[in-house]
């Protein structure tokens, strides 16, 4: 099925640095999501993108919808072990019967303590 | 309420053999999706209800996998004839109408196939 191209697949990086990751896609879509996956669960949304151009915050996490509206990028500053896990971006075009997301392959973060 | 509860956590089957895996959505969702996820991958999308009706299913769906949502509540969905490549974590997901930050999904089960 189509996926959006994610990267860096891993990294890993020192307590308290900067993280920046993207996605992007050969289609158009009218939402940007940002979901982490720990271990054995399921994927938890932590940030909405609605509009082209928007930048969006949830606490140390940032992440923009860009203007082509093909790409979306995601930071989080000031990184700490909690944050260790899989991200995942999701694009979607929301509407009437629709509802369905189609996400990159992820990012996994590591970070060391 | 708990969350989108997913049942069983693991399955381990036999090739050839049926499987079915149930999922209870947030009570007051009205939408319901299932999505697989191979190692490696993002989940990627299977079929999706409105309340008791199935209005989209992915080429993924092969003829092998039915899923039903019965009175618009939990949802089952079956693999019959389960096959290696089947292996993956299947995840249930619901919302409401719109928002995303409703969107929410279970934790999956994780199937095996040997």
């Known amino acids: 099925g189509q996926q959006l191209n994610q990267s860096p697949q891993s990294m890993f990086i020192q307590e308290g640095e900067d993280v920046s990751m993207n996605c992007t896609s050969s289609s158009i879509f009218n939402t940007w999501l940002w979901y982490k996956q720990d271990p054995g669960e399921g994927p938890v949304l932590l940030i909405a993108l609605y509009k082209a151009g928007e930048l969006t915050s949830n606490g140390r996490l940032t992440a923009q919808f860009g203007i082509t509206r093909k790409d979306s990028f995601l930071n989080i500053s000031a990184s700490i072990p909690s944050d260790v896990g899989i991200y995942f971006c999701?694009?979607?075009?929301?509407?009437?019967?629709?509802?369905?997301?189609?996400f990159g392959k992820g990012t996994k973060l590591s970070v060391k303590p | 309420d708990t969350g989108v509860s997913q049942n069983p956590r693991h399955k381990i089957t036999k090739r050839g053999q049926n499987v079915t895996f149930r999922c209870d959505p947030i009570s007051e969702h009205n939408r319901l999706y299932w999505y697989r996820q191979t190692l490696g991958q993002g989940p990627e999308f299977l079929t999706y209800?409105?309340?008791?009706?199935?209005?989209?299913k992915s080429r993924l769906l092969s003829d092998r996998f039915s899923a039903e949502r019965p009175k618009g509540s939990f949802s089952t969905l079956e693999i019959q004839r389960t096959e290696q490549g089947d292996s993956a974590m299947y995840l249930c997901?619901?919302?409401?109408?719109?928002?995303?930050?409703?969107?929410?999904f279970g934790s999956g089960t994780r199937l095996t196939v040997v």
């Open positions: 997901a619901s919302s409401l109408d719109m928002g995303w930050y409703g969107y929410t």
């Open positions: 209800f409105q309340n008791e009706a199935q209005l989209e």
């Open positions: 999701a694009g979607a075009n929301y509407g009437g019967s629709q509802g369905n997301l189609i």
